[in-house]
C-alpha cells in the first residue's frame, strides 16, 4: 500500500521506516529541506537502535522517500497520516498549530479519495476538527476519512515496538477507512481494536498517564520503604507476579521523564478540566513525581553536607537508557540543581553528550565512567543505563575520593557495593 508520514521526527521516522520494512511504498514528509537531503543519505538525525539499519536497506529497495513537498506525498499515497510535533504550552495544553496548518495543506491538494490519520499525541476531539478543517479548506469537495491510529512506541525500543505492537488503536467509523487501515496493519501480527475517533484519541493519554501513575505509585511506596526499613525491589516483586497488576513499570527511581510522560500527563490534567472534570488523582501522579526528585537532591546534601565545590561524578544524561534524548530529563534536572549549589558536575552518557553538551555547557564531559569516578566526592547514577552495572568498580572506588554512591535507579546490588567498601544510598531499599 501506499502511504504518506507528514513529520519526519522520532515518530514520523521511525514509523514510516518500519511500514517500509514491511511491504508498504512509503514517503516520508519534513519541511526542514537539510534533515530531508541528511535522511535521503542514510543519515538519522536520532540514536534509536536499529533504525538506521531498516532505513538503508528500504532506501536501497526504494520502499522508502523523502520529500519536502505535501502535495506529493498526498498525490501519491492513499493514506496520510500526520505525525507533527504537539508541544506543550506553557499552562499544559497543547500547541496545535502544526496540526491544524498540516491540515489545511492537505485539503489545498486533495484530488482523489484519501484516508487522513492522525498519529500525533493529540487532545480528545483533535480528529472532529481535522475532519472540519479539511473540510473547510478542500475546494473541490473530495471525500475522505479521518481516523485516529495513536502510537505507542518507547524511545529506545521503537523499532521493536512498531514492528511487534501489544495492539493496534483505529479510531474511525467508516467502514471503508477501517477495511483500508486493517489491510495497512495486516502484516503485524497484533490485535487490532476498532473504536470511534473520540476513544482512540483518548486511549492514548489514558495509557500513558497510567503508567506514569504506576511508577508514581511505586516512588510513592519507595518512601514508604525507607521510612520502614523495607524494600521497595521486593515489594514491586511481590506486587507485581499479580498478573492484575503486572511487573512492568513499577521501578522505583528519580521519576519519570522524557518527551511523553510529561508532556502528556500536563494534557491531559487540562484537556479534563476543559471538560469539565478535575482530574485530582493525575495531578497527585505529577506532584509525586516533582517529590522524588526533591527527595533524592535531600539526600544527597544530607550525606554532603555542602555541595559548593564539591565534584560531582554524574552517571547518565539522557532521560532513560538506550536513547540520546534528553528532553524532561530528570538527569538533566539534577544537573541543573548541583551546578546551581555550585557544585563541579563530571558527566558520563554513552549517548547523549552532545544533545547535553548544548544544553549544559558547564558540565565536565567526561569520554568514559571511569574518568568520572576521578577525584570524586561521589557518584550519582541518573540513568539506568545498563553498562554502568558491569563497570570495574573496584577501579572506580579507588579513583574517588569519597566512595559514595547515590543511585538514582537502583541499578546496582547494594550488597556488593557495600561489601565492595561503597557507602551506598539507593531508592527506597
Ligand atoms: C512512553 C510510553 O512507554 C510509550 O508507550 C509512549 O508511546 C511514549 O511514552 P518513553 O517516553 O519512550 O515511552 O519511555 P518509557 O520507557 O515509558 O519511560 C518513561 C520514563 O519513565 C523514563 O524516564 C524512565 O526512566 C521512567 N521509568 C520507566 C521509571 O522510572 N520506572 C519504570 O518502571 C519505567
Known amino acids: 500500500m501506499k502511504i504518506a508520514i507528514i513529520g519526519s521526527g522520532y515518530v514520523g521516522l521511525t514509523t514510516g521506516a518500519c511500514f517500509a520494512d514491511v511491504g508498504h511504498e512509503v514517503i516520508c514528509v519534513d519541511n526542514d529541506a537539510k534533515k530531508i537531503k541528511m535522511l535521503r543519505e542514510g543519515q538519522i538525525p536520532i540514536y534509536e537502535p536499529g533504525l538506521e539499519e531498516i532505513v538503508k536497506k528500504n532506501l536501497a529497495r526504494g520502499f522508502l522517500h523523502f520529500t519536502e513537498s505535501i502535495a506529493e506525498g498526498v498525490e501519491k499515497s492513499l493514506v496520510i497520516f500526520i505525525a507533527v510535533p504537539t508541544p506543550p504550552l506553557e499552562d499544559g495544553s497543547v500547541d496545535m498549530t502544526y496540526i491544524e496548518r498540516v491540515a489545511r495543506q492537505i485539503a489545498a491538494v486533495l484530488k482523489e479519495y484519501r484516508v487522513i490519520v492522525d498519529k500525533s499525541t493529540v487532545p480528545v476531539k483533535t480528529g472532529e476538527k481535522v475532519y472540519q478543517t479539511i473540510k473547510r479548506y478542500n475546494s473541490h469537495n473530495i471525500d475522505f476519512d479521518v481516523v485516529s491510529n495513536p502510537e505507542f512506541l518507547r524511545e529506545g525500543v521503537a523499532v521493536h515496538d512498531l514492528l511487534h505492537p501489544d495492539r493496534v488503536v483505529i479510531g474511525a467509523t467508516s467502514d471503508r477507512a477501517i477495511n483500508i487501515m486493517k489491510e495497512l496493519y495486516s502484516p503485524f501480527k497484533a490485535p487490532i481494536l476498532i473504536t470511534d475517533l473520540n476513544s482512540a484519541e483518548l486511549i492514548k493519554h489514558a495509557s500513558n498517564s497510567f503508567l506514569a501513575l504506576k511508577i508514581s505509585y511505586i516512588n510513592a ?65 505529577s506532584q509525586i513525581n516533582v517529590d522524588q ?36 530529563s530528570v538527569a538533566m534536572d539534577l544537573a541543573t540543581a548541583f551546578l546551581k549549589e555550585g557544585a563541579i558536575v563530571q558527566a558520563f552518557d554513552p549517548r547523549a553528550m552532545e544533545k547535553a553538551k548544548e544544553k549544559l555547557p558547564s558540565i565536565h564531559y567526561c569520554s568514559s565512567a571511569q574518568e568520572v569516578a576521578r577525584d570524586s566526592d561521589c557518584i550519582v547514577i541518573a540513568t539506568e543505563w545498563e553498562e554502568f552495572i558491569n563497570l570495574d568498580w573496584k577501579s572506580m572506588k579507588s579513583a574517588m575520593i569519597s566512595p559514595i554512591i547515590f543511585d538514582g535507579r537502583n541499578l546496582l546490588d547494594k550488597k556488593k557495593m557495600i561489601n565492595m567498601g561503597f557507602h551506598y544510598i539507593g531508592i527506597g531499599n
Open 293 to 328: 526528585k526533591e527527595h533524592f537532591l535531600r539526600k544527597i546534601k544530607n550525606v554532603l553536607w555542602v555541595l559548593k565545590e564539591k565534584r560531582i561524578g554524574l552517571l547518565g544524561l539522557a532521560f532513560k537508557n538506550n536513547t540520546d534524548d534528553i528532553r524532561s
Open 221 to 285: 511506596l519507595s518512601r514508604i520503604c525507607e521510612a520502614a526499613g523495607a524494600n521497595v525491589q521486593m515489594v514491586a516483586e511481590g506486587m507485581g507476579l499479580d498478573h492484575r497488576i503486572g511487573k512492568h513499570f513499577l521501578r522505583a527511581g528519580i521519576g519519570w521523564g522524557g518527551s511523553c510522560f510529561p508532556k502528556d500527563v500536563a494534557a491531559f490534567i487540562k484537556i479534563s478540566q476543559e471538560l469539565g472534570y478535575d482530574f485530582k488523582l493525575l495531578k497527585e501522579v
